[in-house]
């Protein structure tokens, strides 16, 4: 069975930085594109970042210049370094990607990971 597992949220204060991991787990022939995505509380799932195997990448206006995706093939991990955070950054960060897995094609996501910007 095939997992997204997230890792590096946190409460952080406004300015500081983060760097969130997600690396995908189980019987995987290829992995599309990567994302990140997060969703605030009484707001809809937004994407973040989002990042082809061939490295080619899109960022939400919000985030340019500040935050930035990169992506290990070889360890089927996609990073999220976050930096000049803002209160408004705060929400769980979820990671996604379609996978082609022995039991067929899937579109995947992890639990998600909560991070807390503080004034």
């Known amino acids: 069975q095939v997992h997204l597992l997230e890792s590096g949220g946190g409460l952080v204060q406004a300015g500081g930085s983060l760097r969130l991991s997600c690396t995908a787990s189980g019987i995987i022939y290829s992995i599309g594109v990567m994302g990140w995505y997060r969703q605030a509380p009484g707001k809809e799932r937004e994407l973040v970042a989002d990042?082809?195997?061939?490295?080619?990448?899109q960022y939400a206006d919000s985030v340019k210049g500040r935050f930035t995706i990169s992506r290990d093939n070889a360890k089927r991990t996609v990073y999220l370094q976050m930096n000049s955070l803002k209160p408004e950054d705060t929400a769980v960060y979820y990671c996604?990607?379609?996978?082609?897995?022995?039991?067929?094609?899937?579109?995947?996501w992890g639990a998600g990971t909560q991070v807390t910007v503080s004034p």
């Open positions: 996604n990607a379609p996978i082609a897995t022995n039991r067929g094609p899937g579109d995947f």
């Open positions: 990042i082809t195997s061939g490295m080619s990448t």
